[in-house]
Each structure stands twice: as structure tokens, then as C-alpha cells.
């Protein structure tokens, strides 16, 4: 065999050649990481266009979980402020790990990564989260919303203490449609996450650059690029949470239609007021709330794919479903 001639003779062996890395930072013999990078960089790229999510001198702190989301959005911000800088950086970049205190924690090989391979200015925050979490939640309870909540006050925090304006998070397009069912399954409300919102307490901006990106493309481009993942305790511990039974309900939404995920990405940037049931967002929309008749033109005029139809004397907006009456 091959295998058993190369061991018999290590001359024959064939030399291991060193990867060489394009200014993307992704090794250039992998044509298929570098066709995914600039995917993730274009859809980034729309989502901080359309949210104007950097300006000159701002300063973003990128929270770095030790997962593969957070990872990916650090390289690709990375990326953008070479492109962006000329003879002084764009917009400056640290990054913040916070260490909750987890049983078995070790976070060395992403503190390497960040110091000799990605070479950001970054901080390591700990701060134990991780009992406070274990000890408040009810049994039976998940532990994402305290945790969540605990991590977030410690980020903005930090923030301050580094002067940065804007805090960078690696939530992506399945998140926000996770988050959107489980609010309408369990809450009852038409709800998800904001691509950018301010926080009035703290006085800073929350930025996910990466929610015009699939989730299925930021793993296998994390695992091309071998960035550094670790685990977590806490998340990894509730395998029956309702966010991981809503992940199960899209995986079989994408049997139904492959292009499921990404349509309902764009769903939540194509609202039609006319065609749902909130009377309030209709009059705030210039229509009656009963009828649905535009009654303020300058808002309808406001308001996607409405004010066209109204100017052309249709009057009222009635339900349609792919092109047919209902």
C-alpha cells in the first residue's frame, strides 16, 4: 500500500508545504474558504450599509464568546478596517472575552489565537457569572435569559471603561428567526432581534453585523479557518431548551423549501401592515384600523409596497395570497 511504502522509505515522503494567507487573512490553497469569506463579507457588508452601522473614529468592542459566531464576526470586521483604512485606521477595533468562571474553563488557546494570530487589541474580563446563573435560575428553568442579561451589564461595562461607542455582537440570521418563533409560539407577540438598536441607559449602540448571514455558512467557514471554540457549559446543557426545538422546526421547514431560512430573513425587512392583524401599526401607518383604508398619505407614502396602491385608487388593501384573493 501507499501509506506502508512512505513509512519503508521516508525519502519518498512528499514535502509538507506551508500555507501562505491572502490579505483576508484565509490561506490561499483554499478556494472554497476564500469564495465563503467573500459570501459573508458581501452579506455583512448590506446588512452595515443598510444600518449604517460604522462612521469614522467609532470605536467597536466586538464581544468574542469563544464560538464560532463571534469568532467569524471578529475576522470579518478585521477585514473591512484594512479595506477601509488608508493612512490611519477607519474605525478602531478591540476585543472583549469575558471569562464567566465555567467548571473546566480554559481559555488559552483562543487567548493565543487573538495575541499571535489575529493580532486585535483585546481584553479578557472575569467576572463569575457562571454560579450566579446555576444558583437563581428554577429548576426546570433555561439559563439563557439570566445569563444573557448578566453578560450583557458586564459588556456595556467594559465599554465604557475602554471608551468604545459601539458594542459588536455575533448574533446572525437564524437567531433572529429563532428568536421571532419562539416569541410568537410562547409570547404571542411578533417580536425578534434588531440589527442595531441604542441603549438609552447606557448611552452606547448594539450592533449584529452578521444578521443578513446563515448559520450553516459561519460554521463551516469557523471550521475551515480552525478558528479556536470553547465550550460552554451552560448552553450546551439544556439540549431540551425551546430554541433548540425551534432549530429542529426550521431544519424541517428547509425540507419543505430550501430557500426557507433566507426568505424569512427577508420577511423581517418586508413587513406589510395592511396584511396583518395589529390595528395600532396600521393607523401608525396611515390606514384605518378596521378597513385598512389609507387615511394620512404622507405616512402610507412610508410604508412598503402600500402607498402604491393606494395612489392608484385602489383605496383599501385587500389580502391577496401569491397573487390570488383570500
Known amino acids: 500500500p501507499a501509506h506502508s511504502l512512505r513509512m519503508a522509505h521516508p525519502s519518498m515522503e512528499e514535502p509538507e508545504v506551508a500555507n501562505t494567507y491572502n490579505d483576508d487573512g484565509v490561506p490561499n490553497n483554499a478556494d472554497d474558504t476564500i469564495k465563503l469569506n467573500g459570501k459573508l463579507m458581501k452579506q455583512m457588508r448590506g446588512t452595515m450599509l443598510q444600518y449604517q452601522m460604522i462612521e469614522k473614529g467609532d470605536h467597536i468592542m466586538c464581544c468574542v464568546s469563544g464560538g464560532k459566531d463571534s469568532a467569524t464576526l471578529l475576522h470579518l470586521l478585521l477585514q473591512m478596517q484594512r479595506k477601509l483604512s488608508r493612512d490611519e485606521p477607519f474605525f478602531h477595533l478591540t476585543a472583549v472575552h469575558l471569562d464567566q468562571k465555567q467548571p473546566g474553563y480554559n481559555g488559552s488557546s483562543l487567548v493565543t489565537w487573538l495575541r499571535d494570530q489575529v493580532g486585535v487589541p483585546f481584553r479578557i474580563i472575569e467576572q463569575d457569572t457562571y454560579s450566579i446563573v446555576k444558583e437563581k435560575t428554577a429548576v426546570g428553568k433555561t439559563y439563557c435569559s439570566l445569563c444573557s442579561r448578566l453578560r450583557r451589564g458586564v459588556l456595556y461595562s467594559v465599554a465604557h471603561e475602554i471608551g468604545a461607542n459601539k458594542i459588536a455582537l455575533g448574533h446572525h440570521g437564524d437567531d433572529a428567526i429563532e428568536t421571532l418563533m419562539l416569541n410568537m409560539i410562547h409570547g404571542g407577540k411578533m417580536k425578534s432581534m434588531p440589527a442595531r438598536y441604542y441603549s438609552e441607559d447606557r448611552g452606547v449602540h448594539v450592533i449584529r453585523p452578521l444578521m443578513g448571514c446563515l448559520e450553516d455558512d459561519i460554521r463551516r467557514f469557523a471550521m475551515e479557518m480552525k478558528f479556536p471554540i470553547l465550550p460552554c457549559n451552560l448552553c ?16 424541517s421547514l428547509e425540507a419543505m423549501n430550501p430557500m426557507a431560512k433566507r426568505n424569512m430573513i427577508n420577511a423581517m425587512s418586508d413587513v406589510r401592515p395592511s396584511h396583518l392583524l395589529d390595528v395600532d401599526l396600521r393607523e401608525a401607518c396611515g390606514m384605518d384600523g378596521a378597513t385598512g383604508r389609507v387615511t394620512d398619505a404622507d405616512r402610507a407614502a412610508l410604508v412598503h409596497a402600500l402607498f ?8 383599501s388593501m385587500e389580502p391577496s395570497l401569491f397573487g390570488k384573493d383570500i
Request: with cysteine.
Open 236 to 251: 450546551g446543557s439544556q439540549p431540551d431548551a425551546h430554541r433548540a426545538k425551534v432549530k429542529l422546526l426550521c431544519a
Open 308 to 315: 402604491p396602491a393606494w395612489q392608484q385608487g385602489q383605496g
